[in-house]
Every structure is written in C-alpha cells, then in structure tokens.
C-alpha cells in the first residue's frame, strides 16, 4: 500500500518560513510528477508547486520567489521550502505524486494534509 505522509506545519508569523516534507513509501517502482498543493476554508485546492521526473519546477504567482519545491529521488521525498509567509499562505497544504506502483501501476496519490497558520 502506497502512502505519503507529511510533516513540517505550524504556526508562524508573517515573514517567517517553514519547511515541508513528504515522503513516499511503499512497493513503489518509480516516481514521476510531484507537487504541493493547498486549501484554505472556503477555497477550492490549488496546485503551488510541482517538479517534474525531469526536474523542471512550476509555481503559482502568488508564490514566485518566496517558495521552493525539491525532490530527493533516491529517499523519494518532496520538500516546499516556504519563506517570507503572509496570512494569505494560510491553509492546508497537501503533497501529491503520480507513481508506479505494485500492482497498480501508476496513479496519483495525496498526503494526509498539513496545517500551516500565519499569524501575529
């Protein structure tokens, strides 16, 4: 069974950065696309940044310049480094990939979510 699991949320104040991860586990045969997510109360999900198998990165306007997204293939795991937050950035942010897997094959699969809070 395949899962990603999240960690790296919290609270923190406008200007500060945190850092999330996620990594991947299970029979896993090769990953490709990965990104992150978010969703604040109220808005619809939105993709933040991904990273192709390739390495090619992507990122929402809101974001440009302030995130980070990177991959380790061998630990197979994606990080979104996050600095100078703003309240705006408040939401719940989820990893996501499409990989191959036993027996599947491939298909996308979500972390579980985690909470990231700016505030003063």
């Known amino acids: 069974q395949v899962q990603l699991v999240e960690s790296g949320g919290g609270l923190v104040q406008p200007g500060g950065s945190l850092r999330l991860s996620c990594s991947a586990s299970g029979s896993i045969v090769r990953i490709y696309d990965m990104g992150w997510y978010r969703q604040a109360p109220g808005k619809q999900r939105e993709l933040v940044a991904s990273?192709?198998?390739?390495?090619?990165?992507s990122y929402t306007d809101s974001v440009k310049g302030r995130f980070a997204i990177s991959r380790d293939n061998a630990k197979k795991t994606v990080s979104l480094q996050m600095n100078n937050l703003k309240p705006e950035d408040t939401a719940v942010y989820y990893c996501?990939?499409?990989?191959?897997?036993?027996?599947?094959?491939?298909?996308?699969?979500w972390g579980q979510g985690a909470q990231v809070t700016v505030s003063s």
């Open positions: 990273v192709t198998n390739g390495g090619r990165t």
């Open positions: 996501n990939a499409f990989l191959e897997s036993m027996p599947r094959g491939g298909a996308d699969y």
